[in-house]
């Protein structure tokens, strides 16, 4: 029997993983491969499931957590792809803040599971965040989501490198010799997703390094440190209407993502995510932002004249849940004045994710 291609996608929060499994996914769709996707997140309402499903790739959802903590719906997830959709290549995209995958995730896959799976786990990191940590081991977030990040990249088969279309030459020479002294022994990819054929030599680079269904050998974990990063990145999720009597409800939810943003930026509160998806009824687009998004240039002339659209809003910020909600609350009542609007919030969840306790932890 053909063993089923798991590719784990991990790396910190906003680093392109989405990106690149959607492009992915769409090319070997086309090449006639039956692939699935499942996103995963700490809320219930998802940005990038739904974005995942606006692309027709067969998807499942795995919410409320990581899959560390959610193992048996991560089975049942694959299990549902394989019997719906066929699916005998699925990509998994784990929690941006989420890590120990090899010990959690694949060690307890293949020895519950003997014969069933070839598994490789890609860890992908914006390179503009990766460079500033790798010359001084911190980032700009606090340490203790700084030893996520870097534990992160330790258990990596593959390290994807993304986002490098955003250096000159020679910013990205300099960057390879950091990241090779640092990460000399491991596979490394220079990506950028936002490319065909960059995202093409991923899936080659995948290809050949499906690995044997043996245990990993897994890089040692404080939980305290983990769970204590986990908790220091507030979550949000909220769906919101907005509501325009002149046909510019386009024009006020760009309004009202720049002042969300702006407040973030002004009151120094380091994005780990902000992710808004836009509805019109029509067509679904995603807007992003991470801690160091600099000028979005998104075009927003020639839209759509409508007078109502639905946003919904995923962020995970360095704050206390209680202040980023209260942020987004201030925005929306800004912009109903500055758009003429009126903003209908619906289903608002911000909480502190709570302490990872994996359902299986296997030490290869
Ligand atoms: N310039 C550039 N932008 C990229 C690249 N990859 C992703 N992005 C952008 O980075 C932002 C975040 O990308 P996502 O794919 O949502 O990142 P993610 O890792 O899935 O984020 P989370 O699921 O929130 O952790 C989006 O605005 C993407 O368009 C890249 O290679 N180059
Ligand atoms: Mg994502």
Partial sequence: ????????????????????????????????????VITNDQGIQQVDSLFIKSHNIPSEEVSGGCFCCNYEDLEESIQNLIVRDSSDIIFAESVGSCTDLA??????????????????????????LLIPFLKNERGIFYDNINYIYKKQLEEADIIIVNKIDLLNEEQLALAKELIATKYGNKIIHYQNSLSKESVIEWIQLITDNFHDPSL??????????????????????????????????????????NTIYNKLKELSYPIGHLKFLLDDGKEKRKISYNAITINRNDNINNQPEIDRIIVLINARVQVSPHSLQKIIADAIIETEISAHCKIIENNISAFKPGYPNPTHRIVG
């Fill in 103 to 128: 010990a959690t995730v694949i060690n307890p896959l293949l020895s519950f599971n003997t014969d069933k799976y070839e598994i490789v786990l890609s860890v992908f990191a914006d390179i503009r």
């Fill in 1 to 36: 029997m053909n063993k089923l291609k798991l590719c784990l996608v991990g790396g910190f929060l906003g680093s392109g993983k989405t990106t690149a499994i959607a492009e992915a996914a769409k090319y070997l769709a086309n090449a006639k491969k039956s692939v699935g």
């Fill in 216 to 257: 990993r050998t897994t890089p040692e974990i404080d939980y305290d440190i983990y769970g204590a990063g986990e908790a220091e990145l507030a979550w949000l999720d909220e769906e919101i209407g907005i509501v325009t009597k002149d046909k510019s409800a386009i024009a006020a939810a760009y309004r009202l993502i």
